[in-house]
Every structure is written in structure tokens, then in C-alpha cells.
């Protein structure tokens, strides 16, 4: 008696188990995406589309990074003094908002100090600057995700 109430359980539970998830398929007939099928920000452990994250790191690599955030899809940049130019100074914020590869998932902003009577003074960064960081990223990491697929 108990034996075939055990068996029963079990029957009942892989059944329930079985509508739950839809096995194979989905809850609406059509099949479950595997792996390769999701985007690859979806399967990965950061917050943001791993493409634009990794674009953002290799295009800032002159500068020293500051701070990171992965899961927020944050970098922040310490002050870059180019050599060429001992009396000018960057600095860079990049923020990833989205999962998906997309031209508004990112917003770039830039800082420019310039060194004059002993302290470094704010000035305008030149026109473009931001747009420009942003259009080398995207374009990184599209060329990631080509190279990715291939």
C-alpha cells in the first residue's frame, strides 16, 4: 500500500512538474531558447550588456580606472594627464543603462581641467568629445559581438 502510494506521488509530482515548465516547450508551444539563442548579456553575471562593458574598459585602458561598477554598469576614470600636454587634464564617466547593445544604452560624460597659476581650473571640454567616446565604444563593441558570432 504505501509502495503504490509513492509511486502515485511520484507520477503526480513529475506531472505537475511537467505543466509547470512545459518540458521542452514553452508555456505556448513554441521551443525554449537555448544558450547560443540569448543575447549575451542575459547569460552572463554583470548587469549590463557585457559587449558595451567590455568596449567601455578596452577604450578607456590609457586611463587609470577609478571606480567599476559592473552590475550598476558604471566606470569612472581618474584624472589623464597626456604627456604631450602636461598642463591639461581628463577625466571620464561612462554609464551602460541597458542589457541590450543599443546606441542610447550608453551615456558618456568627460571632464577637462587645465593647470594655470598653480591650481587646476574646470573648463569646457571641446565640443563633440562625448559623442565621439561614445560612437568608439559602440563601435567596439559591435565589432565584439561580429567577432563573437563568428
Given amino acids: 500500500m504505501i ?3 509513492r ?3 511520484g507520477i503526480a509530482l513529475c506531472a505537475s512538474l511537467t505543466a509547470c515548465g512545459g518540458g521542452l516547450f514553452g508555456r505556448h508551444g513554441k521551443k525554449a531558447p537555448t544558450a ?3 543575447a549575451p548579456a542575459r547569460i552572463t553575471t554583470i548587469g549590463v550588456n557585457a559587449y558595451l562593458w567590455r568596449a ?4 578607456l585602458s590609457f586611463m587609470t580606472i577609478a571606480q567599476t561598477d559592473s552590475n550598476g554598469g558604471v ?4 584624472w589623464y594627464v597626456n604627456p604631450a600636454v602636461q598642463t591639461e587634464r581628463m577625466k571620464a564617466s561612462v554609464t551602460i543603462l541597458d542589457q541590450e547593445l543599443r546606441a542610447d544604452a550608453l551615456r558618456v560624460s568627460t571632464a577637462r581641467q ?3 597659476n598653480g591650481q587646476w581650473i ?4 571641446a565640443a563633440g568629445t562625448n559623442q565621439k567616446l561614445e560612437e568608439v565604444i559602440l563601435q567596439k563593441a559591435r565589432d565584439l559581438r561580429r567577432n563573437a558570432a563568428g
Fill in 3 to 5: 509502495r503504490v502510494a
Fill in 7 to 9: 509511486i502515485a506521488l
Fill in 36 to 38: 547560443k539563442e540569448l
Fill in 56 to 59: 567601455t574598459l578596452d577604450t
Fill in 75 to 78: 566606470i569612472v576614470t581618474e
Fill in 114 to 116: 587645465i593647470f594655470q
Fill in 122 to 125: 574646470d573648463t569646457s571640454v
